[in-house]
């Protein structure tokens, strides 16, 4: 499969995940959407915020992987965090509407793309170096995670489905976001069919730890201590 080829089908993936957040931002009133989401220190208008500048952000460096022209995730080094403090102080119906609209917006702008501007390159807002195709990845693991973040009736097993075969990729980037230093594991995650995906981490002789899709993808992402797993289970290092 070509990148190009391989970056429509995560885009197809990242379409359905914001139907989802469409729907649920949708049905939340003004209070649910001042209300506490399952993030420490963020209410749910927090993260619709922040969910809604990501796609800004990851559109701008969709925009520099197209025309080679460096175009930075957010102005400064503070602009993400201002964005996400001023953004959660609006109503929940400006914030409903911001998350969907920009939303469209990454899409759009995605589906524009040339098929070889999925191979340029631009660099988040850490440094590190990604593709085209690296965004849409980015995008489609953050708006997955996110959605159980939000508490509002998502649970990992549920996004693990609606992930579909893209789960492993989200798993294999967390992963790979934590770079160096993870412990030694070779990783399973065994569908209710019995299909089964596989990683390693870390070097060394490692460990086995099985699990359903959702215990997986939840202890990855340092949502869950991994109590649900099978095997002798080994902290991971903080999630940013």
Known sequence: MTASERAHVLLDRVRALHDE????????????????????GWTRAHLLSHVARNADGL?????????????PMYDT?????????????????????????????????????????????????????????GVLLKRLSETSIHLVDLDSGYDFDRVSGLLGREFEVVVSGAIAWYGDGLPAVLLVAVDGDGTRHEWRMGTGDPAKVTGAPGDVLAWITGRSDGSTLDGEVPPLPHWL
């Not at 701008?60 to 460096?70: F, I, P, S």
């Open 59 to 71: 559109g701008n460096l969709l925009t520099w992987a197209k025309t080679g022209v460096e175009t």
């Open 21 to 40: 957040w469409a729907l649920v931002a949708r049905g939340l009133g003004e209070d649910a959407v001042h209300a506490p989401s399952a993030l420490p």
């Open 77 to 133: 080094a503070t602009a993400r965090d201002e964005g996400i403090e001023a953004g959660a102080d609006r109503s929940a119906a400006v914030i409903v509407a911001d998350v969907v609209d920009s939303g469209e917006r990454f899409a759009e702008l995605a589906a524009s793309m040339p098929d070889e501007a999925w191979a340029g390159e631009a660099r988040d807002r850490l440094g590190n170096r990604l593709t085209g195709e």
